[in-house]
């Protein structure tokens, strides 16, 4: 009933004790070893060492070399990725990259489930250029509008930050490439979840946040991965001086790193990219295919659990695990009281508006007992009423 990745891996994490935590699809737990990495970085390296910290313990390069190993991750060549900044600026150089890159005047292209916060961003960057905003379809209709000729850029984000419905990346980019188009796709729920291959896959651009299935503490830094072959013909809209050929020349006017430097802007956030290295540490011995393999297992668990319990809930996530990443979701009715109810026994999902109940599985330290236990109690909850419970019904910012 315990799969080995769970034997391994479950002890390096830290998770308060008799919870069982369903929502690294959000926000992954604390690993145990990165308490004592950022400790050292406080008191020995910034401590002791002030500022000759960023030639003695490497903090001016720590962008490259966590690209490199995040690039190992998405199947990318060495020194197409780099890490910085948040997810949305991220998304903003790769939307204004695919735009300079595109050998097409067309719409940009998305779908209506994707998350809110990618159109933001890509409608901004838009607008200020006076193009149109993206044009939203049923995610149903992103084949048939690709093969319209209408569109130059596509902007997707491979698993549904709801549902948890997984788009073919291989099969839609490949339709994408013949008609022209460039790709831009957002890893933010793939990464740490699924076997990837950017090289393979002839993706254009992706961008993903480290702090889902990576555990890279809140608000870690973000990545952008750009095909080689587009890098030197971007000039970047945020052009920051960390993105400068020679940073510390202090020129007045901007020359671009001749690699994915380039996309560098600001300082690196230090405390933040010591915990997310030591975080990616133990992917490099973790097989994905073998974590993928183990979550297919525990969702469908999961949901052949729930089914038991005829608690009214709707799966909207696909029953077929091949279709879903790394996580479930059901619609009911009351989907907030339910699951502040079930955290309140230690049972961690999360909700999204308007009637979403969400969990995401990580084998690193989910186990089939842990499913188990998860719907027996959400099962209790809903079948005795006691989300009804008044405490439950008032809403918390964050959702």
């Known amino acids: 009933m315990v799969n080995n990745l769970y034997k391994k891996y479950k002890p390096l994490f830290h998770i308060p004790k008799n919870w069982i935590y369903l929502d690294g699809n959000s926000l992954g737990p604390l690993q145990k070893n990165i308490i004592k990495k950022v400790s050292n970085v406080l008191n020995n390296e910034w401590g002791e060492q002030i500022i000759k910290g960023w030639n003695k313990s490497n903090w001016m390069t720590q962008p490259d070399h ?7 991750l998405i199947g990318a060549n060495k020194n197409s990725v780099t890490v910085g900044d948040t997810l949305a600026i991220k998304l903003f150089q790769a939307i204004s990259g695919a735009h300079q890159v595109s050998k097409k005047d067309g719409f940009v292209l998305s779908d209506q489930s994707n998350f809110p916060s990618d159109l933001y961003i890509a409608n901004s960057y838009l607008r200020e250029k006076n193009l149109s905003e993206v044009q939203i379809v049923n995610k149903t209709k992103i084949e048939e509008e690709l093969q319209k000729g209408k569109i130059s850029i596509l902007m997707l984000t491979q698993v549904d930050y709801r549902t948890g419905e997984l788009y073919d990346l291989k099969k839609i980019n490949s339709i994408a490439k013949k008609m022209g188009v460039i790709t831009v796709w957002d890893f933010a729920h793939s990464i740490g979840a699924l076997p990837l291959n950017v090289k393979e896959d ?8 480290t702090y889902k299935y990576l555990c890279g503490g809140p608000g870690s830094p973000a990545f952008i991965y750009v095909n080689p072959k587009h890098i030197k013909k971007i000039n970047p809209v945020i052009a920051g001086w960390l993105g400068h050929e020679n940073p510390f020349n202090f020129e007045l ?5 001749q ?3 380039r996309f560098r802007i600001g300082t690196p956030p230090v405390i933040q990219m010591a915990a997310l290295e030591t975080a990616l540490k133990i992917w490099e011995n973790i097989d994905i295919n073998l974590i993928r393999k183990e979550a297919k297992l525990l969702t469908s668990l999961f949901v052949n659990k729930v089914n038991q319990f005829d608690l009214d809930m709707k799966l909207i996530s696909p029953f077929n695990p091949e279709a879903r990443g790394n996580q479930v979701a059901y619609q009911t009715n009351n989907a907030y009281e339910k699951i502040q109810a079930l955290i309140d026994f230690d049972v961690i999902g999360d909700y999204r508006e308007p009637d979403i109940m969400r969990f995401g599985f990580n084998p690193l330290y989910n186990s ?5 236990k998860a719907t027996n109690i959400l099962g209790s909850i809903v079948k005795k009423g006691l989300w009804k419970n008044n405490k439950y019904s008032k809403r918390n910012l964050v959702t």
């Not at 002839?202 to 946040?209: H, I, R, T």
């Not at 006017?253 to 790193?257: G, H, Q, T």
């Open 368 to 372: 089939e007992l842990d499913v188990i």
């Open 253 to 257: 006017f901007y020359k671009p790193a």
């Open 259 to 261: 690699d994915i430097k």
């Open 66 to 72: 966590i690209g490199n190993i995040i690039a190992k």
């Open 202 to 209: 002839e993706v254009d651009f992706a961008v993903g946040c």
